[in-house]
């Protein structure tokens, strides 16, 4: 634990330490040449030394254990295997939530200053994985990453949010009920201290791990020189397979992703084929009655219906498009309009602009 | 007698004449009060009129209106009321001041102006 | 009583000063009592002058008595006044009956246009007595019912009609008050924006305060503008009140009967926009009375002004103090507020990125609360059209106004029915209390509200909100009972029900 506080270390060392025959003992008192033996810099030396004269991993784990933090460190049995296969696994990760999920778990990543087009497809292919039981993974930021997080708890789904803060913060500060959902059925995941706040030069570390826990990454939307391109070169790094969402040539805001495909990674065109293949079954093709069985029992009038198939097939729409289409009255459409975003069925994907949330058309 | 005076009495008279000329009935001519004197003392257009006179001739610095300042004014004023309360006088009066100028070729030429403490009497 | 009497203004209201006028002997001098010197020197010569291009000279001392002598009075207005005191006093005319003068004086004789015309003809009714104004001032006097006035060219009619030698024109009153004018702009103008419309509709009907969200070009400029002429026209008692506050600031009439609409910039100073200044003239929330106040990219506002608003927005009138006095205007609006959805404007459009970062957005957001949006009823995003969009909403224009202003009647008749006995003219002036009681909800409704405002997490003043608008929806329709469809038209404009980043 007080290796992992002092920074840059990874469970590697503990098999350098078995193999050089340095041993915990040996480390705290400052012994030069087992520092020299594991190959340690100076400024860590010192952290090393003062931090085991102290008390803070005891007091950490009674923090832990008072926030509610779980600690799995490299040797629990409960250590994501996945994790175990990358390059330099961290030493232990902080857990809050639930026990990690099981089964596949697939990364959606992305920038920040995302347009809706790419928090839209961010979105409904978190709620198609979450359909197929694919657990989605990503970082918890603004924009792509809480798209895909939404996504997939709105049908219900399991996610995981990979945090580059202390797991007892919540960053960005908006975000603080949608970790509290996550964690309903979820569970956020940090490899920093609790308290630790959020320092630009934490978040690239921590992609590391949202590649490592997944099967495969999906960059939706990112610029060229982005934490989300970082994640994918992780990605590619672990041997996991990585998937990009094509974006307009002409938008700066894609150009990281649209690279990612010309340099080889799957066009990811068709999420309802993607989430077929993640999970190995079949989906099945948009239809009411699905949508009703799975969103726990609302039932929807015939224009409610409407309207969503229209929002499906279409991506957004304004108020008279639908109108337009569905051949109702403004007042009509806004009327379902009201009750289908109070059921979270549709969102504002901008002024005036609807769209379906959780479709698979 | 010293030339000034001169011109002040031949101004005086040929004001009385002018005046007269212009519709205004002269009343009295040099009226000695305590505090001062009134040059003509007229009635015009329902008012009594104190109507002081000036001369001089063109070359001079000062134009003959503009030698009768604020404080002359002051002494006109104390002594036109003095007057009007000795006559009984209860109705609207006024100061004019008649400007003689002697030209270079010798012709005088008058000037009235009206009722010149207008604006300047505190109400 | 004394016969000549002149107006001075508080606030919209005129009140009558009486004119003294001794005149003794003495040197010439005009006192003044009762208005403020400066004023004083310029009301002597203007008064003075026109006297005497009527050839009569003022001689002596004249004392000119100003009753009461303690309030506040304007030079100007009483010209004419003083000018007939005078004359009356010197016996050239004889001012028989009491009456109202009003005017100020060229050096001609020529009486000028003044404001506070409409008060006065106002005070002129109430006391029964003629009243005499500048012909400037004759056109808004002759929408004032009920009165004798006449109109002064020149002092010289005045003395003229006052010595009975001739007769001054009389101010007839005109019947020229248009009740629906040409609409500007249509509903039918504006392309495509249904929802908007709507919302509008809504508005109109239950006088509910607006803030519309939208990309720069998305027309929300458009939209508010229309608001005016889908509310009702302007009742006779409401047409007096805003003729009264438009002619105490001097401004030209407008005979119409439709709503005044004011924009106001958001570098607009506090005392342009509530009142002040030196003579303690209305502002453009007073000139917005009874009409619609707009304020265009509400989140540049600043706080200061905002803060003044609130209490007119409660209240319906607003106080504009001095150390000389404090008078009350009327200021009672219809509020639209207008603002994009983020800093640079295109958060969440179909084809501008936005540029944004995300704490920007964050900020930005912080700033759409407060005193002033806690009173709007109606949240109504406004999108901005593509071309494609544009096209194909060509021959789609929907009703024109006049339909749309049709039901809004309908539906304002069926409020006053119902709120008239409590002392309420609209839905959105109900308070909590009655609303729980009165609103006429069904059962059905009962549920489905609650239901929908757990889901939405909507506040106390969030369901006051909804059941208001769902109430106003209902008139529209002409149900009794709300129910379901309306409620559920109601939460499509619920605080935040719209923005993608409440999620």
Not at chain 1, 217 to 229: D, F, L, R, T
Not at chain 2, 12 to 17: G, I, K, N, S
Not at chain 2, 91 to 103: H, K, Q, S, Y
Not at chain 3, 218 to 236: E, H, W
Request: hydrophobic share 40%.
């Amino acid at each position: 634990m007080l290796l992992n506080a002092c920074g840059s270390f990874d469970a590697r060392i503990l098999d350098l330490m078995e193999e050089r025959g340095v041993s915990l003992e040996d480390l705290s008192s400052g012994s030069r040449s087992a520092m020299d033996l594991l190959g340690i810099v100076d400024t860590a030396r010192e952290r090393i030394v003062e931090l085991f004269s102290s008390e803070w991993p005891e007091e950490e784990m009674e923090r832990c254990e008072k926030k509610g933090v779980k600690v799995i460190f490299f040797s629990d049995p409960e250590y994501p295997q996945a994790l175990r296969g990358i390059n330099d696994p961290p030493l232990l990760l902080y857990s809050r939530g639930r026990t990690l999920p099981s089964g596949e778990k697939v990364a959606v990543v992305g920038t920040r200053k995302c347009t809706s087009y790419g928090s839209g497809c961010a979105s409904t292919l978190a709620s198609a994985l979450a359909g197929a039981g694919v657990t989605v993974v990503s970082g918890g930021a603004r924009g792509i990453d809480c798209a895909a997080h939404r996504g997939c708890l709105d049908p219900g789904g399991k996610t995981v949010a990979v945090v580059g803060t202390g797991v007892d913060i919540a960053y960005p500060a908006s975000h603080a009920s949608l970790y509290r959902e996550i964690m309903e059925e979820g569970v956020i995941l940090g490899e920093y201290p609790l308290g630790t706040s959020p320092r630009p030069w934490n978040f690239p570390r921590r992609n590391r791990i949202i590649a490592g826990l997944s099967s495969r990454c999906v960059v939706v939307e990112a610029p060229e020189k982005s934490g989300a391109i970082t994640t994918a070169r992780c990605a590619l790094e672990a041997g996991r397979e990585v998937w990009a969402v094509p974006g307009r040539i002409t938008d700066r805001v894609c150009r990281g992703s649209n690279a990612l495909i010309s340099d080889g990674a799957s066009p990811l065109v068709d999420i309802v084929a993607f989430a077929s293949l993640v999970s190995g079954r079949q989906m099945d093709l948009f239809s009411p009655e699905t949508a009703k069985s799975e969103m726990s029992g609302f039932s929807l009038t015939p224009e409610e219906r409407e309207v969503l198939r229209l929002l499906a097939d279409h991506g957004d729409m304004t108020v008279d498009n639908i109108a337009t289409e569905g051949k109702m009255s403004a007042a009509a459409v806004l009327r379902v309009i009201g009750v289908l975003s109070a059921y979270g069925l549709v969102f504002a994907s901008g002024p005036g602009r609807w769209s379906a949330a959780a479709s698979r058309g | 007698m010293p030339r000034h005076l001169d011109l002040g009495a031949a101004g005086e008279d040929l004001a009385v004449r002018e005046l007269s000329r212009l519709g205004y009935r002269v009343m009295g001519t040099n009226i000695r009060m305590r505090m001062g004197e009134l040059d003509i003392v007229a009635e015009e257009g329902g008012e009594i009129v104190v109507v002081e006179v000036r001369t001089r001739t063109l070359g001079r610095m000062l134009p003959p209106e503009a030698t009768v300042g604020p404080s002359k004014i002051r002494k006109l004023v104390r002594t036109g009321t003095a007057y009007m309360d000795s006559i009984g006088w209860e109705g609207p009066w006024r100061i004019d001041i008649a400007a003689i100028t002697l030209g270079t070729d010798g012709k005088p030429a008058l000037e009235v102006f009206r009722d010149i403490t207008v604006g300047l009497i505190k109400p | 009583m004394n016969a000549v009497l002149g107006v001075t203004l508080q606030g919209i209201q005129a009140l009558r000063v009486e004119v003294e006028v001794e005149i003794t002997g003495g040197l010439f001098v005009i006192s003044v009592v009762g208005l403020p010197d400066a004023s004083v020197r310029e009301a002597r010569e203007r008064v003075r002058a026109a006297l005497r291009s009527l050839g009569i000279s003022v001689k002596g001392r004249v004392a000119v008595n100003l009753a009461p002598a303690d309030s506040p009075k304007e030079g100007a207005l009483l010209d004419l006044p003083i000018a007939v005191g005078i004359a009356h006093s010197m016996g050239e005319i004889h001012v028989t009956r009491p009456s109202l003068f009003m005017g100020e004086l060229a050096l001609d004789g020529r009486v000028r246009r003044v404001r506070g015309a409409v008060p006065a003809a106002i005070l002129a009714r109430d006391m029964g007595l003629p009243l005499f104004v500048p012909a400037g001032n004759a056109r808004e006097v002759s929408l004032v019912k009920g009165i004798e006035a006449y109109k002064v060219e020149h002092i010289r009619g005045l003395f003229e009609h006052l010595r009975g030698s001739a007769m001054l024109q009389a101010i007839e009153p005109s019947e020229e008050s248009v009740e629906y004018p040409e609409p500007d702009p249509d509903l039918s103008d504006i392309k495509g924006q249904a929802a908007a419309k709507r919302a509008l509709e809504i508005a109109a009907a239950g006088h509910h305060n607006v803030l519309l969200t939208g990309s720069p070009g998305s027309g929300k400029t458009l939209l508010a503008r229309s608001l005016k002429d889908i509310l009702p026209p302007l009742s006779d008692d409401e047409m007096m009140e805003v003729l009264m506050v438009r002619s105490t600031v001097g401004l030209s009439l407008d005979s119409s009967r439709r709503r005044p609409f004011r924009a106001i910039h958001h570098t607009a100073s506090t005392i342009s926009v509530c009142g002040g200044g030196t003579n303690l003239r209305p502002g453009e929330i007073s000139l917005a009375h009874r009409g619609v106040l707009f304020l265009d990219e509400f989140t540049e506002f600043r706080r200061d002004l905002l803060e003044s608003l609130r209490q007119p927005l409660e209240d319906g009138c607003i106080s504009v103090s001095r150390a000389s006095g404090s008078v009350t205007y009327p200021a009672r609006v219809l509020l639209v507020a207008a603002c994009n959805p983020c800093q640079c404007g295109y958060l969440g459009d179909p084809v501008e990125p936005c540029r944004c970062s995300p704490s920007a957005v964050d900020r930005y957001r912080r700033k759409m609360s407060g005193p002033i949006l806690d009173r709007v009823d109606l949240y109504v995003t406004v999108p901005r059209l593509t071309p494609e969009e544009l096209v194909q909403a060509e021959g789609q224009e929907g009703e024109g106004s006049p339909e749309v202003l049709k039901r809004v009647i309908r539906a304002r008749e069926r409020q006053w029915e119902r709120w008239g006995p409590l002392g309420f003219q609209c839905n959105a002036e109900l308070p909590e209390k009655a609303l729980k009681k009165q609103v006429g909800i069904n059962a059905e409704g009962r549920r489905f509200l609650k239901e929908m405002a757990g889901r939405v997490r909507l506040s106390g003043r969030g369901i006051s909100r909804v059941m208001k608008v769902a109430r106003t929806i209902a008139d529209l329709a002409g149900d009794v009972d709300i129910s379901t469809v309306h409620l559920a038209e109601a939460l499509a404009f619920r605080e935040g029900g719209d923005l993608p980043w409440n999620r």
